[in-house]
């Protein structure tokens, strides 16, 4: 595929403030005169959605790891193919809320699995589409979940409902990421002020854009 777009993800571990910052970056760069599509993954299209739905009910408590990795997986090759290759063909900028380093971070290392191994079933997924550039907000999974756990507007779903133990090695699980792939990631720290994180990553983007 030749890629004229922009492609630019955003990782990190529950509550760490990614939606509401992305929403904010999405209307700058509008105003900007941008072509821009903001989306998210696991969703962004129906198909996706649904997939979304399967895996994120409270009541799928039986669901095994490895069927989880490969819904993730369907889901995102579907939101790719449908939505996100041909935006980046037609040279636009897409803001994507979570991708593949989600999967390498929650389902290799969160769940087990391992990072490599998830990663193979993801590149049957996704070919040789990667980010240009993923922005990791950078915030201790326990700050995260409270922030969560104040915010009666977010229903909290299946992964949120995980042990502590579990999110902190999703967290570890992105720090190795992180140093695979040191030229693509640049950390944020998403402890700051909503309005802080937003400056900086604004100046992250507009960098990238130059
Ligand atoms: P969200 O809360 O950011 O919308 O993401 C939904 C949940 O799915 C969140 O707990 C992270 C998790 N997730 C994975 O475990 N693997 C993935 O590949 C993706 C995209 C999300």
Sequence with gaps: MVQKGVFITFEGPEGAGKTTVIAELYKRLVSEGHNIILTREPGGIRI?????????????????????????????????????????????????????????????????????????????????????????????????????????????????????????KVYNGYQEIIRRYPNRIVKTDASLSELEVTENVWKIICNQLM
Excluded: W
Aim: with cysteine.
């Design 48 to 168: 996706a959605e649904k997939i979304r739905d399967v895996i994120l009910d409270n009541n799928h408590l039986e669901m095994d790891a490895k069927t989880e990795a490969l819904l993730y997986a369907a889901a995102r090759r579907q939101h790719l193919a449908e939505k996100v290759m041909p935006a980046l063909r037609d040279g636009y900028i897409v803001l994507c809320d979570r991708f593949v380093d989600s999967s390498l971070a929650y389902q290799g290392h969160g769940r087990g699995l391992g990072i490599d191994e998830v990663l193979s079933i993801n590149e049957f997924a996704i070919g040789e589409t990667m980010p240009d550039l993923t922005i990791f907000f950078d915030i201790d999974p326990e700050v995260g979940l409270a922030r969560i756990a104040k915010n009666d507007e977010r229903e909290q779903n299946r992964l949120d409902r995980e042990s502590l133990d579990f999110h902190y």
